[in-house]
């Protein structure tokens, strides 16, 4: 909420009218925050303070750690080759407007790579796919996909691009 009401105070354009929104916000949550401070000094020397604090690490151990697993940082256990079709590779081109061919073809149902090859430095130079942020020129490999279209965008989600499994 703090941050929602910092956005609202910078956007404003004027040091005034930021100043006036954020006085506004801490006299409008000043009680608030005077009564959660009594019930919580009120409650931290019940069981039920120790039973918060031990859920409140558990949950930011669990957040760092998926940060860090969705930042690529964890090794991944390499997975045994299969005995199934090889796998089909595509290239994009990443150029200042866009990506080049916008729309590929790959056979669905076989693992595809995705080569990325960066042609002018811009927003494409990152590309989102499948929940991931890949800075390129890089190489993806796709598990077996279903028939269906797999969209992929640039950093800025200006420009998108599109891989068909049929």
Known sequence: MTLGVELIA???GSPLAGAAAMAGFVVGTAPAFALLGYVLRRISRTRLARWAAIVAMGSGLWTAGAGVNLGGWLAQAETPAAS???????????????????????RAGVPVEVVFELVDQGCTGTVSIVGRDVALPATVRL????????????????????????
């Open 10 to 12: 910078v956007s404003s």
């Open 84 to 106: 199934g079709p090889a796998a089909t590779t595509v290239t994009v081109w990443a150029t200042r407007d866009g990506y080049r061919p916008a729309i590929v073809t790959a």
């Open 143 to 166: 598990p077996p996909q279903p028939a269906g279209t797999l969209r992929y965008v640039c950093a800025m989600g200006m420009y998108t691009g599109f891989i068909q499994f049929s």
